[in-house]
T-cell receptor, first 116, second 109 residues
Framework: GAVVSQHPSRVICKSGTSVKIECRSL??????MFWYRQFPKQSLMLMAT?????????EQGVEKDKFLINHASLTLSTLTVTSAHPEDSSFYIC????????????FGEGSRLTVL | GIQVEQSPPDLILQEGANSTLRCNFS?????LQWFHQNPWGQLINLFY???GTKQNGRLSATTVATERYSLLYISSSQTTDSGVYFC???????????FGTGTRLKVLA
């Protein structure tokens, strides 16, 4: 299957700082990537759809100024959590879709963010 | 939006037992995937199955799109099968994948 790499896997930061998470498709080009958030013992919640060369589409209730998404190339999407607060602590997972439309999703390893 | 419900929410099995996990969805979908989330959080692709039946070793899956459900069968379960199983569906028009509520499986030695 296709390989998606996410970095960093764990990050601890102080309240008020910004954190950037990278998501790379290693062996295919991904015009669309998706960012999910997962709280303990819960399902994955879609945050936003990242499209190469255009603005991300955010799900209802997700603050676009808090969670900045950039998809600058066909193999890289980044999520920046700005002015992080303890309530932003969570597991963030990216995924990339192979092909167009309803193609198969492959996921990165996830990034566990802890804001102190 | 579409609702995706999985059952049962929790399942405990003795090693060697068989099980069936169910995924119900409230609207038409154009794709469906099954994932296994391991204890480290990694999502492992199990099946890409918009319709029909597929098998991979001890696992098999069936999707009946017209009746809005999919089933994941695990035979001869092993302790390494423990974790959370998710189905995720995408709908025509949005092509976003929405995750189900998950089934937490524990296989005892």
């Amino acid at each position: 299957g296709a390989v998606v790499s996410q970095h960093p896997s764990r990050v601890i930061c102080k309240s008020g700082t910004s954190v950037k998470i990278e998501c790379r498709s290693l062996d295919f080009q991904a015009t669309t990537m998706f960012w999910y958030r997962q709280f303990p013992k819960q399902s994955l919640m879609l945050m936003a759809t990242s499209n190469e060369g255009s603005k991300a589409t955010y799900e209802q209730g997700v603050e676009k100024d808090k969670f900045l998404i950039n998809h600058a190339s066909l193999t890289l999407s980044t999520l920046t959590v700005t002015s992080a607060h303890p309530e932003d602590s969570s597991f963030y997972i990216c995924s990339a879709r192979v092909g167009l439309a309803a193609g198969e999703l492959f996921f990165g390893e996830g990034s566990r963010l802890t804001v102190l | 939006g579409i609702q995706v419900e999985q059952s049962p929410p929790d399942l405990i099995l003795q090693e060697g037992a068989n099980s069936t996990l169910r995924c119900n969805f409230s609207d038409s979908v154009n794709n469906l995937q099954w994932f296994h989330q391991n204890p480290w959080g990694q999502l492992i692709n199990l099946f890409y199955i918009p319709s029909g039946t597929k098998q991979n070793g001890r696992l098999s899956a069936t999707t009946v799109a017209t009746e809005r459900y999919s089933l994941l069968y695990i035979s001869s379960s092993q302790t390494t099968d423990s974790g959370v199983y998710f189905c995720a569906v995408s709908t025509s028009g949005t092509y976003k994948y929405i995750f189900g509520t998950g089934t937490r499986l524990k296989v005892l030695a």
